[in-house]
């Protein structure tokens, strides 16, 4: 909103609306201009313009003809100074808030201006009388007052405009203002014979005036000058634009130094220049007022209605990854059965969990864990129709609403695309990640009439996939409602079973092949279920990580294992150590360092007599933290060895950086022995082995053949079913020295 436009535009119609894009422009803008601005290029026209009258001798008629600021135009240039001067009193006495608490300052100020150059108007020569007769000396008089007042005003907003300071009572600056006016106004007309002279006919201006002009000048000058210091400043109003109004008054008060006769150009140069500086100052008033505390509601108006979006966007999506939440994913489900019923056709539900998420977010950090989950989700969109819906159920878990299908063939070709499309690599922070998801799918009409059943369906299926070995996908079947109601009860079981004293250890011997002698046990955890009996790690372990509650059992494993350790020692049986599994949640989630100190400070157990078995899948994960936390275990003095080796990704180079012990040759390549292929590689596990100044240990092994062949290869250790099976500490005969098995 331009201010008073009509005005303006009277004076320069092409200028006006960039004359005060400056001033209109947002205060953080303001602030950092470092450009010349229009109305910076303004004043130096101005200059310019009033310089050039001065020095151009071509000139000097113009200057001095009387004919160039007759009454008439004296009398508008005067309206509008008074019309301009009232509405910045307006607008200052009616916007009274603690950010500008000089309006009131300068309102009051612009109100006695206006008064008195409505004064001076009406005592111009040529003018009616005016209580006494009109004169030039009485028109300066008049003048010079209101001149005043404007430098007094602007000097005091220039060095008192600021919130630390309390502003004046708005009645008693409005009533020393009218009262300045009203003594102004009796000493002029009725005691004129106290002023001094300012203007003789036909010589022109005397040194009083010309003196009072320049201290006007001066006190000016001090304005401008704090007005520049203060013009990248962050205040509650524009200081440049308050420059550019002192600065312009200073220019018509040069002009009022100069002429000889106040109806010369000189004197209608610098009535239009006092125009222009009253315009500034309205529009920086304006602008601090209204439009600004404005512009600031419209602003917290958008962003509020912002947040409401926000708020109403979240209502229905992830905030993590954007995709659509359950309670949209549901709205859409309900339509979409509803669909079905009309028309028929088929919808299935896709819901998606990644495989080992918990040792990615452990091992790079949940921050590049959740970058990972915006990418699948990214992915996800890219590889589904427009009318499908993905969403993300929570954690690492996504479910997929596809709608409109023909048949199962459609249903089971988007879930290979799907699949096919997330086996490809992601990167992420620069790193490549490649991941596998469990996808269990259920068909309404058919597994499901509901969303909740539709959910629930497809959620046993994804258990039933990561039962089958992960990385794969699963329909949902009757007999998986079963199923899952075994599975919640076993992890009710499984959650009790510690403190129940239902989990037992199992204890394997490991035999040396030169001497076929026991020389450490490998402890196997079983679960003496009440009513189930004796169930197998392989049922109850994924369910521990998948609860995390492997953890808690974990730890009761170390230091159970050690114990018995201990209790061995005493009774005089010569094993090296006892090993004990552990599992990647244990190595990444758990302390684990804290819980292995424990255990063998409370069972007063040499470190040395305890090994750590990790997989070689667990190890890979996050090279820093691996090496980092096997250095720390290495010194406490524990055997470290890598269990199943050969079934996952170590790089030879990665395996002279790992602080471990042994190499544990898994059962796969064991027994494959007897073929070629196999020897060659158990040769070559071992032969590495041994470059890395490592021991290797056989598992599975079931004959005497392989157990002969492995002695052959230069295997240092075995264990399997050929030398015993895993039983109890109490059916274990070690003896003194140990038992022998040759």
Known sequence: MAIAPSQVYILFPESAP?????????????????????????????????????????????????????????????????????????????????????????????LAIALLDLAHLLSYKGMPDFVTPASPEKAIGFWLVARLFTAAALLLVAIRWSNRQAGRSRLGLLVASLATVALTLYLKLYQPQIWPRTFIEGQGLTAFKIAVEWLLIALLGIAAARFWYLRNADLPYDARGMLAATLISILSELCFTFYGNVNSFYSLLGHIYKIISYCFIYQVVFVASIRAPYERLSQEMNERQAAERQVEFLAFHDSLTGLPNQSLLKDRTRQALSRTQRKGGLIAMLFLDVDDFKLINDALGHGQGDALLRAMARRLESLIPESATPSRSGGDEFVILLADLEDTDAVANRVQQILAGLEEPFVIAGERLQISVSLGAAVAPGDAEDFAGLLRNAEMAMYRAKASGRRTWRYYDVEMDSEMQQRLQMINDLRQAVGNQELVLYYQPQIDLRSNAIIAVEALIRWQHPSRGLVPPDQFIPLAEDSGLIVSIGAWTLDEACRQMARWRTEGAEIACVAVNISAVQLYQGDLESAVTGALKRHALPASCLELELTESSLIRNTTQVLEKLDRLKRLGVRLSIDDFGTGYSSLAYLQRLAVDMLKIDRTFVQNLHAADGVAIVSAIIQMATALGLQTLAEGVEDQLTGEALQALGCDFAQGYHYARPCPAANLALGNGGRNFA
Do not use: K, M, Y
């Not at 201009?33 to 113009?62: K, M, N, Q």
């Open 18 to 110: 960039r004359l005060f894009a400056d001033v209109s422009r947002p205060l953080s803008d303001r602030s950092s201009a470092s450009r010349l601005t229009p109305a910076a290029l303004l004043v130096a026209a101005l200059a310019l313009g009033l310089l050039g009258v001065w020095l151009i001798d071509d000139l000097a008629d113009l200057r001095g003809s009387p004919a160039w600021f007759p009454v008439w135009l004296h009398s508008i240039t005067e309206v509008f100074s008074i019309t301009v001067a009232v509405l910045v009193f307006a607008v200052a006495w009616h916007s009274n808030h603690s950010q500008s608490r000089s309006n009131p300052l300068l309102g009051c100020a612009f």
